[in-house]
C-alpha cells in the first residue's frame, strides 16, 4: 500500500507539472483580433468643434468607425478603441463598455482614444439622468459587440513596427520678432514651421498564416480640412488615410488612426469651405498620409514577440483648474460671449478635472502613452525621446478630455490653446503627465523598483 500511495503522489506531482507547463504555454502567447463598428448617428446632431456652425448635422458624408484592436498574452486582454470623433466619450459611457465586455469577454482594459474630427457629433463628459443621446447609447452598445465579437476571433499572431515622413501641416503658433504670437490658421504655401513631428508611425500585426489583421497609423496633425460650413458627419483626413491602407491590404485589415499629439498643428490646409473645394483637399490630405503609411506598412516583416507580454496602467494626475472661472467668463461676457455659450462655459470649467495618463507596454518592445486632452506636438516628441523601449507612440484625445495642455513656454507665449477657457489645466500638467507616463514605462520594464 506505502508503494502505491508513492506511484499515486509521485503521479499527481508529474500531473501538476505538466499542467504548469502547459499554463505557462498558454500565459506566453501572443494573440490579436480586430473589429470595427458604423457608429454615425442615424439622428441629425450639433458637430464638434467649431462654434460658429449655422446648425445641426444635415447628414453624411463618409461614416464614422470605431474600430478595435483587441489583444492577448494569456492572463492580460487588453482593447483599443479608436474613435473617428472629436473627443472620447465621458467617463460614464466608457465604463457602460467596459464593464460589459469584461464580464462578457474577458477584457481586462479597455483604452479609447479620439481622432479629434470636427466633423463628428457632439459630446458631453456628463448628461442628466436619462438625457445620454440615442446616438452615443446605440454607439456604445455597438462598441461593446465588436469587442465581444474580436474576442471570438483572437488567434495567435505577429507583430512589427516601422516608421515613416511625411508634412501635411504646420505649427499654427508662429512666435514674431516681438515675441508674440501670431496664430497661422492656413499655410496653403508649406512654409517652413517649428516645431512640427513628421513621423508617421506604424504597427502592423499579421496572423500566422500570412493575413494583415491591423495597421496602426501614428500622426499628429488636427484634422480640420472640413470647415463650419460642412454639415455632414466626417472623420476628415484620417478616414481618407484608412481607406488607402485597408484598400490595398484587403477586407481582412482594420487600420486604426492613433492621434498623437497635435494641439498646435493644423493641416496646410484648415477649415477650408466647400466652396473652396474642401472634400478634394481632405481626400489628397489623407491619401497623402496614407500612401506614405501604407509604403511603410509593407515594409515591415512582422516576428513573433521574443516576451509576449501586456502591461497596462492607468495613473492619475490630480488637477487645479488654472484660472478663476467665474472671473474669465466674466470677461469673455464683456467681449460678447453668447448667453448659451457662457452655460457650456461654465459647465465644462467645472467638470472633473483629474487626468488620466494611460501607460501600455507591449512585449516589453512598443511603448504606448495616452494624454486626455489636446497636447502640444513638444510633448509627444518628448515621450518619444524618454520612452524606454525600442519603439513608441503618443495618443492624444485618450479616456477623457480636459481641453489643450499647452507646454509651459507656450503658456507664456500665450496664443490659442495656450491660454483662456480652451486651456483650463494648470501649466505643467502636460509635462507633470509624461514623466508620469516615463516612470510607469520604466517599472513596468523593470529598470526602476519601488521598493528597494
Not at 184 to 189: F, H, K, P, Y
Not at 405 to 423: D, K, L, N, Q
Amino acid at each position: 500500500m506505502p508503494q502505491f500511495f508513492r506511484i499515486l503522489c509521485c503521479a499527481l506531482v508529474l500531473l501538476l507539472s505538466i499542467a504548469k507547463i502547459v499554463h505557462t504555454t498558454h500565459a506566453k502567447e501572443f494573440r490579436a483580433a480586430a473589429a470595427k463598428a458604423d457608429i454615425t448617428p442615424t439622428d441629425l446632431v450639433m458637430q464638434w468643434g467649431y462654434s460658429d456652425r449655422s446648425g445641426p448635422a444635415i447628414g453624411t458624408h463618409d461614416p464614422l468607425y470605431a474600430k478595435i484592436l483587441l489583444l492577448d498574452d494569456g492572463s492580460t486582454r487588453l482593447a483599443w478603441v479608436t474613435l473617428d470623433l472629436g473627443r472620447p466619450f465621458g467617463a460614464e459611457s466608457m465604463n457602460i463598455v467596459r464593464g460589459r465586455v469584461q464580464k462578457s469577454a474577458g477584457v481586462t482594459h479597455v483604452c479609447f482614444s479620439a481622432s479629434h474630427t470636427h466633423s463628428g457629433p457632439s459630446i458631453d463628459d456628463v448628461y442628466e439622468a436619462g438625457q445620454r443621446p440615442a446616438w452615443e447609447t446605440t454607439a456604445l452598445d455597438k462598441i461593446a459587440a465588436a469587442i465581444e465579437a474580436a474576442a471570438t476571433h483572437l488567434e495567435p499572431a505577429i507583430i512589427g513596427t516601422g516608421e515613416g515622413s511625411t508634412l501635411i501641416g504646420h505649427n499654427r503658433r508662429y512666435i514674431q520678432p516681438d515675441g508674440k504670437v501670431k496664430m497661422l490658421w492656413r499655410n496653403a504655401t508649406k512654409t517652413p514651421t517649428h516645431p512640427v513631428d513628421p513621423r508617421v508611425g506604424v504597427i502592423r500585426i499579421d496572423s500566422l498564416n500570412g493575413r494583415t489583421l491591423v495597421v496602426v497609423v501614428n500622426y499628429a496633425c488636427h484634422p480640420v480640412v472640413f470647415g463650419p460650413d460642412n454639415l455632414q458627419y466626417s472623420a476628415d483626413f484620417p478616414g481618407a488615410t484608412a481607406e488607402v491602407v485597408e484598400g490595398s491590404f484587403g477586407a481582412d485589415c482594420v487600420c486604426l488612426y492613433l492621434q498623437g499629439a497635435p494641439g498646435d498643428i493644423n493641416p496646410y490646409y484648415d477649415k477650408m469651405t466647400l466652396d473652396e473645394g474642401a472634400e478634394t483637399l481632405m481626400r489628397e490630405t489623407g491619401r497623402q498620409l496614407g500612401d506614405e503609411a501604407l509604403r511603410v506598412a509593407k515594409t515591415i516583416v512582422p516576428a513573433a514577440p521574443k516576451t509576449p507580454e501586456i502591461q497596462v496602467a492607468f495613473d492619475t494626475r490630480h488637477c487645479k483648474l488654472r484660472y478663476d472661472g467665474e472671473q474669465l467668463l466674466k470677461k469673455l461676457r464683456a467681449q460678447g460671449l453668447p448667453p448659451e455659450v457662457e452655460d457650456r462655459y461654465r459647465k465644462y470649467l467645472a467638470a472633473p478635472m483629474d487626468c488620466v495618463v494611460t501607460s501600455v507596454l507591449i512585449n516589453r518592445d512598443i511603448a504606448l502613452m495616452g494624454i486626455p486632452g489636446e497636447p502640444f506636438v513638444e510633448f509627444g516628441l518628448n515621450f518619444r525621446d524618454r520612452a524606454p523601449a525600442a519603439n513608441s507612440y503618443f495618443a492624444g484625445y485618450c479616456n477623457g478630455y480636459l481641453g489643450y495642455f499647452p507646454t509651459i513656454r507656450a503658456a507664456v507665449e500665450g496664443g490659442y490653446g495656450a491660454e483662456g477657457v480652451v486651456a483650463r489645466v494648470e501649466v505643467g500638467t502636460g509635462e507633470a503627465m509624461v514623466d508620469m507616463a516615463v516612470i510607469r514605462l520604466l517599472t513596468m520594464q523593470g529598470l526602476l523598483k519601488s521598493v528597494p
